[in-house]
């Protein structure tokens, strides 16, 4: 054996011991160590420790040269909204097969899964519906996650529940979102359905409002239908009902908002734009086009740093999961989970799969720390600066909208619901209404409110059990804004306006 072949055998062998056989790797070190050889057998012991050092060096350099090709990249959370068999499932399996994300054996096995269970038409819902009872109903219940890539921009789909059953579910991840994609079915009937007073294409869209989704890209789907055939009548009819919902739900129409008509289940005019064979009269983009261009307003790295925790578990150590809504965080940070003041330190972080040293405003993220039990943490704390922690509070000024009340209920002092707010889930009293706002005149009406109706804008003091963290919605708009939930509908939406009284101040530092 020559020398260069004994170098690569023991740079193979080391690669062996570490668990994984990097023959590029190899090649590369063999032309390293070429200067070494020169010198003779003598040195060839050093030459080949030499040698094995590079191996190591590429590896970081490629790990490094990932992490920044990663953060080149602007990161989006894409929520998929709307009514119950929509298509919003079927929408996001679709994406992920146009982008490379799903093999076609996989969908082969799930074409005959969906088959063997007499639903041919539910296959690419499989792809983001993954649990058996989801699969069995054909109805998704827990937010599906998925990733997929442009040229410009990492997405994270997040598939909510379109049943009512599960708008909490739904709250959750729209919570999460940057963009909204509003998935309407064109088929007749269908869409009226999920329009109509009940149904889940009105609530979806005045949950993402409030819950901070500022873009819409609202999909009309099953296009392709027999009893639609790409017709423009019908997208026209959907797309002049809808405008004027969407302005009163507080969009801005022309700015914030755009049609597209699709298929999902057949992927037109989802990556490639429609051939005027299939659709004569749209001359607009294709889905992709239309989420790469979308523009969102920046976050502040160097914000104080805000993660509200979503989820959590162990894994060699403690494990959170949530969305950078402020700031920046690094391995090795020292960090406050509040509202139980534990201080903790960052051992590791995690990008969907990949492990990285630092971490920005608007990722999805799994951090490992140190320093805390898991059985110590619930949803909805919120891990943040030492320096700057989050407030935490049992009571807060708000200004509220009444959407709908149950049926003959008054909205008074008194009233009990359940808030929702980024990831807290926690029941609420209505302690006191402070003023009602003439909608007309924009400002307070002179007589204190007793109780209020339907469509009321109003400013109150809520009062919660437990402390709980949250922004006033001029500091932080994402940690600000919420909305209020009884016997499983929506009956108002607010923001934070003012911090919590002396009282309550005093009750959160004991």
């Not at 051939?275 to 749209?282: A, V, Y």
Request: aromatic fraction near 6%; glycine fraction near 8%; hydrophobic fraction near 35%.
């Amino acid at each position: 054996m020559d020398i260069e072949e004994e170098i690569r055998s023991l740079q193979l062998d080391s690669a062996e011991d570490n668990g994984d056989v990097n023959l590029e790797a190899g090649n590369l070190d063999v032309e390293n160590s070429d200067d070494k050889m020169e010198e003779g057998d003598d040195n060839m012991e050093e030459g080949s420790r030499d040698a094995v050092e590079p191996v190591q060096k590429v590896k970081e350099k490629k790990e490094e040269h990932d992490e920044v090709e990663m953060n080149k990249k602007r990161h989006l959370n894409v929520v998929f909204i709307g009514h119950v068999d929509a298509g919003k499932s079927t929408t996001g399996g679709q994406i992920l097969f146009l982008s490379g994300q799903v093999d076609d054996r996989t969908i082969q096995k799930y074409e005959k899964e969906a088959k063997d269970k007499s639903r041919e038409s539910w296959y690419m819902a499989f792809i983001m519906d993954t649990n058996e009872e989801e699969r069995a109903k054909g109805k998704t219940i827990e937010v599906g996650r998925a990733h997929f890539e442009t040229e410009t921009t990492r997405f994270t789909i997040l598939d909510a529940p379109g049943h009512k059953s599960y708008v909490p579910n739904m709250i959750s991840g729209a919570s999460q979102a940057d963009i909204g994609v509003l998935v309407i079915s064109a088929r007749k009937g269908e869409f009226e359905t999920g329009y109509e007073r009940g149904g889940q294409t009105r609530e979806h869209v005045q949950l993402a409002k409030t819950l901070g989704v500022s873009k819409l890209l609202v999909v009309v789907n099953k296009m392709d239908d027999l009893t639609v055939n790409w017709s423009k009548e019908r997208y026209d009819e959907i797309e002049s009902k809808m405008v004027p919902f969407l302005k009163t739900s507080g969009y801005n129409v022309k700015k914030d908002v755009q049609f597209i008509p699709i298929s999902g289940l057949l992927g037109t005019n989802m990556k490639t734009r429609l051939s005027k064979e299939t659709c004569s009269w749209w001359d607009g983009p294709c889905l992709f086009e239309a989420l790469d261009s979308i523009e969102v307003p920046l976050r502040d790295p160097k914000g104080p740093f805000r993660l509200p925790i979503i989820d959590k578990f162990k894994d060699m150590g403690t494990t959170v999961m949530g969305k950078v809504e402020s700031g920046s965080v690094h391995e090795g940070d020292s960090l406050i989970i509040m509202p139980n003041k534990a201080q903790v330190k960052v051992i590791a972080i995690f990008i969907d799969e990949d492990r990285v040293k630092y971490a920005g405003p608007g990722e999805n993220l799994r951090v490992r720390l140190s320093g805390i039990d898991d059985e110590d943490i619930l949803a909805g704390f919120v891990l943040s600066s030492v320096a700057n922690p989050i407030p935490a509070v049992t009571e807060f000024y708000a200004q509220l909208q009444i959407l709908e009340l149950l049926e003959n209920a008054i909205f008074t002092p008194g009233y009990k619901a359940v808030l929702h707010i980024h990831s807290v889930v926690e029941e609420c009293e209505i302690v006191d209404l402070l003023e009602e706002i003439d909608m007309k005149t924009k400002k307070p009406k002179k007589k204190k409110p007793l109780f209020v109706k339907n469509g009321a804008v109003i400013k109150c003091r809520i009062q919660v059990t437990n402390l709980i963290c949250m922004e006033k919605f001029s500091d932080f708009p994402q940690l600000g804004r919420f909305t209020l939930r009884t016997e499983g509908k929506t009956i108002a939406v607010g923001k934070v306006i003012d911090a919590p009284s002396k009282k309550s101040k005093r009750s959160s530092t004991n």
